[in-house]
T-cell receptor
Framework: AQTVTQSQPEMSVQEAETVTLSCTYDTSESDYYLFWYKQPPSRQMILVIRQEAYKQQNATENRFSVNFQKAAKSFSLKISDSQLGDAAMYFCAYRSARGNEKLTFGTGTRLTIIP | DAGITQSPRHKVTETGTPVTLRCHQTENHRYMYWYRQDPGHGLRLIHYSYGVKDTDKGEVSDGYSVSRSKTEDFLLTLESATSSQTSVYFC???????????FGDGTRLSIL
């Protein structure tokens, strides 16, 4: 079974600075997808970024980028120019590429933005 | 935003009562999922559906049943609610296996 580990329960960063959230996962599969979801206090689950395992190029979405290290099974999220609206819980998630597979989530990292 | 509506948004009920949560989508997506979110656990899959009348169990399915009689609706039922089922429940949808899942706004369920 796949597992996803987020070892940082809480992180904080000064506004306008850069922060990196860590995620590692365990799988025996070679083809899969990785995601970062954001959950603000409103409770919504918002997709931030996704990465296909077969792609070597790291995904980017505006101020959000990932560092995908397939051999190390690491998938970190970098937030540049942090803004107050980035404050949220961030969840890393894994999904097999085999079919209608579930998402396996990490336990989350709570990010605080310091004005 | 993906057209997903969960109802009710909040519910308080007593142990032993039946509870049904509804997920309604307007995207005509094939796949629908029910997750529960608890502190220290992230989100965990309860049940999912890959088509009308096609459902399967997730990792925490005990005490829950689901039904999908129409593409747009996916119902989660707690036949006899217990306090351990107090949680926030999320519905998610996906058009195909290689598309990301999009989530509803969640239902906070409290069982006293």
């Amino acid at each position: 079974a796949q597992t996803v580990t987020q070892s940082q329960p809480e992180m904080s960063v000064q506004e306008a600075e850069t922060v990196t959230l860590s995620c590692t996962y365990d799988t025996s599969e070679s083809d899969y997808y990785l995601f970062w979801y954001k959950q603000p206090p409103s409770r919504q689950m918002i997709l931030v970024i996704r990465q296909e395992a077969y792609k070597q190029q790291n995904a980017t979405e505006n101020r959000f980028s990932v560092n995908f290290q397939k051999a190390a099974k690491s998938f970190s999220l970098k937030i540049s120019d942090s803004q107050l609206g980035d404050a949220a819980m961030y969840f890393c998630a894994y999904r097999s590429a085999r079919g209608n597979e579930k998402l396996t989530f990490g336990t989350g990292t709570r990010l605080t933005i310091i004005p | 935003d993906a057209g997903i509506t969960q109802s009710p948004r909040h519910k308080v009920t007593e142990t032993g009562t039946p509870v049904t949560l509804r997920c309604h989508q307007t995207e005509n997506h094939r796949y629908m999922y029910w997750y529960r979110q608890d502190p220290g656990h992230g989100l965990r899959l309860i049940h999912y559906s890959y088509g009308v009348k096609d459902t399967d169990k997730g990792e925490v399915s005990d005490g829950y049943s689901v039904s999908r009689s129409k593409t747009e609706d996916f119902l989660l039922t707690l036949e006899s609610a217990t306090s351990s089922q107090t949680s926030v429940y999320f519905c998610a949808i996906s058009g195909s296996f290689n598309q990301p899942q999009h989530f509803g706004d969640g239902t906070r369920l409290s069982i006293l």
